[in-house]
């Protein structure tokens, strides 16, 4: 019976450290400095995680930070959202900033581009520094 408690236990944990690793995301450059920095993890919210909608892509507004496939940067991106807009078919879009750069992105980012959002606190993004050094050193970026 201890047995099968302790493995239990380890079986919980493992599946609770997975999904923890799944809502955070590794900084790899600079352009959002000094909110975080390369090399730190931020804690993000999915627009879809294991089938759930964590994040309407549409319900984004101005000044939130979103991770999003870019079709500019093989890498998703995470930018500040810094303005919004409707597309003559009707569909959402956002343009797009890192507050480090001194232009905008070069395309809109659409709702269908955005994968999270960083969970913030008040108006400060959760934040854990310079804990993605390791992956950024194994990921060769």
């Known amino acids: 019976m201890s047995n099968n408690r302790e493995i239990i236990s380890y079986v919980a944990i493992i599946i609770i450290g997975i999904i923890l690793a799944q809502h955070m995301n590794v900084v790899v450059s600079g352009s959002m400095e000094p909110v975080f920095y390369r090399g730190d993890v931020v804690v993000i919210e999915k627009t879809d995680f294991l089938g759930i909608h964590e994040i309407n892509p549409t319900d984004l507004k101005i000044g939130d930070i979103v991770i999003y496939h870019a079709i500019w940067f093989p890498e998703p991106v995470i930018h500040r959202i810094i303005a919004t807009g409707t597309a003559i078919n009707g569909s959402q879009y956002y343009i797009t900033k890192g507050d480090n750069n001194p232009i905008q992105d070069p395309y809109p980012v659409y ?18 520094p310079k804990v993605g050094y390791i992956t950024i050193w194994i990921r060769g970026l």
């Open 111 to 128: 709702d269908n581009q955005i994968l999270a959002k960083v969970v913030t606190i008040g108006n400060t993004p959760v934040v854990i």
